[in-house]
């Protein structure tokens, strides 16, 4: 197994225990990360949205939380993985079962240099957000309305934290 590999099935086992600090080990420091949620430069804010996710989910989800990882594979420059996370989303309460894609990049030192996710964003709002992601989780307006809140609780708890 490539050290790069190891570092991904560090981090999912980390996350699947919700160990932000872990995850965010694996993290180079000019690290960026994308999803349909967050664009994020630099370890601290990559950190500090898993540090954030993961909080919100042993406060108000661990009973609901479940992560699975799979596909893990990694040689001395790129990796990738499918997780699929079971979880309460803490703004509504609901179920959600979302399923996704990691693309990640390493630098020479074996830490995470970018590290971009996919999913389907429509998907994902039907469960989190019920009859508003329903209706409109496939539009531009919805998915930049969750991405703005998304961006001003991050900021909140960097800055508390």
């Not at 560090?10 to 694996?26: G, I, K, N, V």
Request: hydrophobic share 45%.
């Amino acid at each position: 197994m490539h050290p790069n590999q190891h570092t991904l099935e560090r981090f999912y086992a980390a996350f699947s225990q919700l160990d932000a600090d872990t995850m965010a080990a694996c993290y180079a420091a000019d690290a960026q990360f994308e999803d349909a949620v967050f664009t994020l430069n630099g370890q601290r804010e990559v950190g500090g949205m898993w540090r954030m996710l993961c909080a919100a989910t042993r406060n108000t989800g661990r009973d609901a939380w479940r992560l699975d990882f799979s596909g893990v594979q990694a040689d001395a420059t790129v990796g990738r993985a499918h997780w699929e996370a079971h979880y309460r989303f803490s703004a509504t309460g609901r179920l959600v079962h979302n399923r996704i894609d990691g693309q990640f990049n390493f630098n020479t030192e074996g830490l995470i240099t970018r590290h971009v996710d996919s999913f389907d964003f429509w998907a994902w709002s039907r469960q989190a957000l019920g009859t508003p992601g329903l209706l409109l989780g496939w539009t531009p307006f919805l998915q930049a309305k969750v991405q703005r809140q998304a961006a001003a609780k991050l900021h909140v708890f960097l800055t508390k934290n």
